[in-house]
């Protein structure tokens, strides 16, 4: 009973605070306002509160641009921890458009909608992430191209790491930066999570939507580890599959350190 009256209130505030901040942000992605990109990182930190959810980051976010961050992704809570900390936008496969709810939070954050199957469009929807990137957002790949159990990273697909090299002659300095990050769930009620335990806050792609949420809102109270790891300057000359590795092989080691409870980083 007392986590059902939990999650009504948190959906109370959640409902307030959207009610506030929506018609805010549907006029700033109308008008190309400035504020369409920090506006997100406000709701969801709100977000983040409200559902228990903290967040510990460790390192720091490269401040050089152009940036696209790599994380490994086990939940669409990464979305909320990776926003309430910086002002970024996604690159989302072209289906989460049509999502109930998240769908919406998706559009609103103006998200990069890509159709992997759709060769002929590639080019297109590189050529919009590196022109977002170039304008000084950061972007975020989850170069899994789906989510995990949380417990490890799967195979990286190096394909779209090809908007980095699409956004290198706009820069400044002939290169692109790509950051890896490692998202990992690691407590639930302040008691260490286990990997057995760790799919109450992960959602892998089989798991269906609604049953997962509601056992996460009654759930609730969850430590988030965020590491940022050494990145790749991407150039002209850069080989993507081998940045591909290595942002891989870096964020591997930052998961796997942060699951076993260490704070050493790759």
């Not at 921890?81 to 049509?98: M, P, Q, T, Y």
């Not at 057995?196 to 056992?215: N, Q, T």
């Amino acid at each position: 009973m007392i986590a059902w009256l939990r999650v009504a209130l948190a959906g109370i505030v959640i409902l307030i605070a959207s009610i506030l901040l929506m018609p805010w942000q549907l006029l700033a992605l109308r008008y190309d306002w400035k504020m369409r990109r920090w506006l997100p990182r406000v709701w969801h930190r709100i977000i983040c509160f409200c559902l228990g959810i903290r967040v510990r980051v460790h390192g720091q976010m490269e401040t050089h641009r152009p940036l696209m961050l790599c994380a490994n992704h086990s939940s669409w809570m990464d979305i909320m921890v990776l926003s309430s900390i910086a002002d970024v936008a996604f690159i989302a496969k072209n289906e989460v458009r049509d999502w109930p709810i998240f769908g919406t939070l998706a559009k609103l954050q103006k998200s990069v909608f890509v159709v992997r199957e759709e060769k002929r469009n590639t080019g297109n929807q590189v050529s919009e992430i590196a022109a977002r990137m170039a304008d000084g957002e950061i972007v975020v790949l989850f170069p899994e191209g789906t989510t995990s159990d949380g417990n490890r990273l799967l195979e990286v697909k190096s394909s779209l790491f090809g908007a980095a090299a699409m956004a290198v002659p706009a820069s400044p300095t002939g290169t692109v930066i790509v950051q890896p990050v490692a998202v990992a769930y690691t407590g639930v009620h302040g008691l260490p999570m286990g990997r057995y335990h760790r799919p109450l806050a992960s959602w892998p792609g089989d798991v269906e939507m609604l049953p997962h949420l509601k056992d996460m809102l009654r759930c609730g109270a969850f430590d988030v580890d965020v590491h940022f790891g050494e990145a790749v300057s991407y150039s002209a000359e850069t080989n993507r599959k081998q940045v591909s590795a290595t942002i891989a092989s870096r964020i591997r080691a930052m998961l796997g350190s942060a699951l076993r409870g260490r704070d050493d980083q790759a």
